[in-house]
């Protein structure tokens, strides 16, 4: 396996798939997608949660975020399909990948919830 390949599968067991597409990026020829700081992220992320619980704008804007976060995750899984990836190495990627997504389509049903309380 590739030395940063296992990085980002610790990693992404850790912060998620976006820290993959950082490290995995280079081995992977069509990624062309840009990744935005995760530890940023997540505390942008970690504000919008709680803040969409009372004020509508943040809850769209986390659904939106969640959201952009499976079609990131869809593009990914097709460049695993097309791109010289191990067997090994994409099912541990989409394992991780499933996951993930997993958690955002729950939180997407947490914040529609929200946005349905409100009105």
Do not use: C, Y
Not at 24 to 41: F, H, I, S, Y
Request: glycine share 4%; hydrophobic share 45%.
């Amino acid at each position: 396996m590739i030395p940063q390949l296992e990085i980002a599968l610790f990693i992404a067991g850790l912060v998620g798939v976006a820290a993959v597409l950082a490290v995995v990026g280079a081995n992977l020829p069509r990624r062309r997608r840009a990744v935005p700081d995760t530890a940023t992220e997540e505390r942008e992320r970690a504000e919008l949660r709680h803040r969409a619980q009372f004020d509508r704008p943040a809850a769209k804007e986390l659904r939106r975020r969640l959201k952009a976060d499976l079609r990131s995750h869809a593009a990914l899984r097709r460049d695993l399909e097309r791109d010289g990836v191990t067997d090994r190495e994409r099912a541990l990627l989409l394992q991780n990948i499933d996951r993930v997504e997993r958690a955002a389509r729950q939180q997407i049903a947490e914040v529609e919830a929200w946005l349905r309380a409100r009105g």
